[in-house]
């Protein structure tokens, strides 16, 4: 059932409020549609519901984490574009009415990437799907033969997309025809799930692999121009399965989950500055400042140095890809979407619209689209913190 909100967006700002007063941290607030709670504290808001799409609300004892895509978002046609773990990829109007389905041959591990109307979809069965983000029109569809499990990336004319099996495949935009791929050899050991997702700039592909090495690729025909090996000895969990950052001087991030965080010369790999702290999965870049979130924490470092500026823990295993939206960094977790403070890692507050968020978020100006592991897809309008 899909339900428009009008009196409940009111309520919810106060709720979340809740956080924001006298200096709280780690507030929870559980949204789940079905479960409404009464307000509480000043209504001060901070971000209130504009719709929720009930997607693929869950079965009894079934396995969680479930959702695992972020969403997408045209817009011209002012589409999401949601993926959920039973193998349809929905367009959801801006009304939260669900405007087509396309079923898949089986769940998604990562989310679609919208680029000129065009929604690029990749599927765990192996399948690379380019829909109308408007209809759901299929366009074309290649057959890679591995599970893709990284959100699509657009460039030069080609579609850059990675599997679970340690291969990125480049697919022409205009026919979905093969153009050249790149394949590393996993080790022989126990290793992270996930893939890193290719950063290109200027004509370069940069992309972990989870044997350790990270490696620089030009994007026309997929031809080494350098690789590095970051986890040194061994053979389990040499994972480099975060995707690449770059700061505006050009400087490459990236990190092991073995060794720590890299800084690196994008033109030839070497070493800038490492810092070990294991454990890491995602990286994002603001200005002069690096966040790092993985196993129990996230971490803001200075760029330039990788000198720590904070460090917030989490109290639990892990944490997702955060994002930036509002002068808020948002890190999802298996129990919530918390709201951090950037300059101090302070938290503002929590919200769990249902079994916590594991897809990380998609920003589109003031608006957020948030897919919560019970398998319901929420349009927010955030508003922003002073001080």
Known sequence: MTMRLVSWKRWL???????????????????????????????????????WAALAPPQTLEYGPRETATPAYDAVSRTTVALTRD???????????????????????????VVDGVA?????????????????????????????????????????????????FAVKIADGQWAWQYRRDPPTGFTVRGASRPLVREGVAYIGFSDGFVVALSVDDGGVTWERSLSGAGSEFLDVDSSPVMDASGQLYVASYKSGIFALEAESGDLVWNTAVAGMTSLLVSGQVLFAAGDGRVDAYLAETGRLLWSHPLGERAAFAPVFAQGMLLVPTSSSLLFLEPNTGRSRVSWNPGSGITAPPFAAGRQLFVLSNNGYLYSLNMNGIDG
């Open 120 to 168: 690029y979809v990749p599927g765990g069965d192996g399948v690379l799907y380019a829909l109308d983000a408007a209809s759901g029109e299929e366009k074309w569809k290649y057959v890679a033969g591995e599970a893709l499990a990284t959100v699509p990336v657009v460039s030069n004319g080609l579609v850059l997309v990675a599997s679970e099996s340690d291969t990125l």
């Open 87 to 113: 193998g349809f990829a929905r367009g959801v109007g801006p009304d939260g009415q669900v405007k087509w389905k396309y079923k898949a041959g089986s769940r998604f591990n990562a989310g679609a990437r």
């Open 13 to 51: 700002g106060g709720a979340v409020a809740a956080g924001l007063l006298g200096g709280c941290s780690g507030v929870q607030y559980y949204g789940n549609p079905e479960l409404p709670r009464p307000p509480s504290n000043t209504p001060l808001e901070y971000f209130s519901v504009n719709w």
